[in-house]
């Protein structure tokens, strides 16, 4: 039989509704222990206990013979002894408090607010409240202006794009037509001349659109080859490129958030269970 000690919450009863037993009374589960499904709960520190709270009261508890556990923040047991217990409210309520300071350097805090969260004086807090909402909807407000104005421009932009390329590419297809008229207009004076010089009048006139359609064609279509594929790779490449650059934006903000949340979580759970670890000092003590 092995013996640890870990942290349940409750609120004024159990789970099932049954009375939270006395310090020093076993509770006991027979049958399977299928983690939060069928047997006793808690967690081995304060911390991960706090995510499953129905309610204020804290207890160390002992956990005697069979455990199990499940996603290292939550054990379950076949035996389950209530060690020491308090009333949290005034530790959670000081541990919320110290949270919001914590990140009070990311906005403009009302001085009400302020005044709330570092004496916890209950006269304060409906102002407290009330001042920090009238500050959240201002800046909801200013986020979804500035939202709606980066949207704008962005259609603008968007807009500018597709008829700058609408029009390099009409501009494309007309210097290519006006090549290949050039160029059909040169081959059939050039073979005009050569022919009328050469044979009869007929056959030079013959000879002449023969090659000038040719020429024309040639010119037109390698013109117009040459154009798309240049506007082709260009789009191609300022696609990619703005892709990537999005794609590397995107990731390097999540990371950053991700590592900013696991650092926060972290301080977090190591400040809740010196407060705890403080409060429970004396039981704590003995158990060692």
């Known amino acids: 039989m092995k013996t640890t000690y870990a942290w349940h919450f409750t609120g004024p009863t159990l789970r099932d509704g049954s009375p939270i037993p006395p310090i020093g009374q076993t509770l006991r589960h027979s049958g399977r222990l299928v983690p939060c499904k069928s047997g006793l709960h808690a967690s081995l520190e304060p911390f991960d206990a706090l995510q499953f709270a129905p309610g204020p009261q804290l207890h160390l508890v002992r956990v005697d013979g069979r455990y199990l556990t499940h996603n290292t923040d939550k054990i ?163 696609a990619a490129w703005d892709a990537a650059r999005a794609a590397a934006r995107d990731a390097a903000r999540d990371a950053a958030r991700d590592a900013a949340r696991a650092a926060a979580r972290a301080a977090a759970r190591k400040e809740f269970n010196l407060l705890v670890y403080e409060a429970f000092e004396g039981p704590l003590g003995i158990i060692k």
């Open 76 to 238: 379950v047991a076949d035996n389950r002894t209530i060690v020491a217990s308090m009333d949290a409210t005034d530790l959670l309520g000081y541990f919320a408090r110290m949270q919001a300071l914590s990140v009070a350097h990311l906005w403009d805090v009302p001085d009400v607010t302020l005044d709330f969260l570092m004496t916890g004086d209950s006269l304060l807090q409906a102002a407290a409240w009330a001042a920090a909402w009238a500050a959240a909807r201002d800046a909801a407000r200013d986020a979804a202006r500035d939202a709606a104005r980066d949207a704008a421009w962005a259609a603008a932009r968007d807009a500018a794009w597709d008829a700058a390329w609408d029009a390099a590419r009409d501009a494309a297809w007309a210097a290519a037509w006006a090549a290949a008229r050039a160029a059909a207009r040169d081959a059939a004076r050039d073979a005009a001349w050569a022919a009328a010089r050469a044979a009869a009048w007929a056959a030079a006139r013959a000879a002449a659109w023969g090659a000038a359609r040719a020429a024309a064609r040639d010119a037109a279509r390698d013109a117009a080859r040459a154009t798309a594929r240049e506007a082709a790779w260009a789009a191609a490449w300022g």
